[in-house]
């Protein structure tokens, strides 16, 4: 055992008034726990990513990470039943004189044991093969009782053509997927917001994995179609969207872009208008995670504010040719740029986005 190194790191009366609390001193941050007249101190940094444990809470004598749920003892700093074999630093505690005392020079080691990396984590490079195009639904209707979707229908078409010319094809519909709204972890701290996604790696039956797999590993083009709802995307698109997140986000954190030499199109359909502020939106959403776009990048149809005879939009695009050229010749035109960008393989892995840099919390661990 090292020469002990007793720190004052607080008052009895201010470290036990509440069961967590954060402490750095000398350099180093701890997290403090207080329950049953006993202390415990730990590392504040959780093993996944480093996490403030100090900002977490109690669950019976485990602390919570705050950013994903990590749980370790309180004063052994050993991992919740099923992770046992994992450690955080813990540091000897006791009381002298109404002030809390930690030795410094000697904690127990930190233990991460190795965890078999997600599917999704692998390298993102390019199988052989031929082109590959993904239709992305987003509209949502009853399985039980469907209807007539004008978005889906388009799609369909754009898909068909594609591979009627050779590519690989695939579609996703949202509707189909069981996947969890976004939790909000970049708002927690931008390096809370993993890839892959922290929901993913943490449950098994979040489907998103299905999107995320196509979009950075499987897709060279994407064609996304929405309807309009009340002047913007379907909640279903923005649902997805909020998910999407951790893509860019690894950007954000570690200078990686996911998304190289990969080309998105947009099928809008709406019974009312606002065409061109969806089309905004989704172009902008999607230039930030890295996609390009070719000439003339979306399609839409729209009679305009004052049609609400659903009967009639539903006639008018389940029987346009000009719709279904259009959708064909939008999937030539995403799969002909994604032809000439994996030929020239000139997009880079890494980007300056100008200021767009996060920075870990200052004395994580």
């Known amino acids: 055992m090292t020469q002990a190194k007793w720190t004052d790191i607080g008052a009895l009366e201010g470290l036990s008034a509440q069961p967590v609390s954060r402490v750095r001193i000398d350099g180093t941050a701890l997290a403090v726990t207080f329950k049953d007249g006993v202390f415990g101190v730990v590392s504040n940094a959780c093993n996944h990513v480093g996490g403030p444990l100090g900002e977490g809470r109690l669950d019976g004598d485990y602390v919570v990470c705050p950013w994903h749920g990590w749980k370790y003892h309180r004063c052994s700093g050993q991992g919740e039943p099923g992770s046992e074999t994992d450690f955080v630093p813990s540091y000897p505690v006791k009381v002298e004189n109404g002030r809390v005392m930690v030795d410094l020079a000697n904690a127990t080691p ?3 044991t190795p965890h078999a990396p997600h ?51 695939k579609t996703i519909k949202l509707n189909d997927l069981n996947f969890r709204t976004c939790e909000g972890y970049y708002s927690k701290a931008a390096h809370a917001c993993t890839w892959p996604c922290s929901i993913t790696q943490m449950d098994s039956k979040d489907q998103m994995d299905q999107v995320y797999e196509a979009l950075v590993h499987w897709a060279d083009a994407i064609i996304v179609a929405t309807p309009i709802r009340w002047g913007a995307a379907s909640s279903l698109y923005f649902k997805m969207a909020e998910r999407l997140n951790c893509v860019q986000n690894a950007i954000t954190i570690q200078n990686r872009v996911l998304i190289r030499n990969k080309v998105a199109g947009f099928i809008i359909i709406g019974g009312q208008d606002n ?7 989704m172009l902008g959403f999607f230039g930030e995670l890295g996609y390009v776009f070719p000439q003339f990048p979306y399609i839409a149809h729209s009679r305009g504010w004052t049609h ?23 999937a030539e ?18 980007i300056e986005r100008g200021g767009r840099k996060a920075h870990r919390l200052i004395g994580g661990d």
């Open 110 to 112: 930190r233990v991460k």
């Open 119 to 169: 599917p999704l984590a692998r390298p993102v490079t390019r199988a052989p093969g031929p082109l590959r195009l993904l239709g992305l639904s987003t509209t949502a209707m009853d399985a039980q009782n469907p209807r007539f979707s004008g978005s889906d229908h388009v799609l369909k078409a754009a898909v068909d053509a594609a591979a009627a010319n050779g590519a690989e094809t």
């Open 275 to 281: 065409i061109q502020s969806v089309a905004g939106q």
């Open 308 to 330: 609400e005879d659903m009967e009639n939009n539903v006639r008018i695009v389940a029987h346009s040719e000009e719709l279904r050229k259009g959708a064909e010749e939008l």
């Open 333 to 350: 035109r995403c799969l002909g740029m994604a032809r000439t960008l994996i030929d020239k393989d000139e997009a880079p892995a890494s």
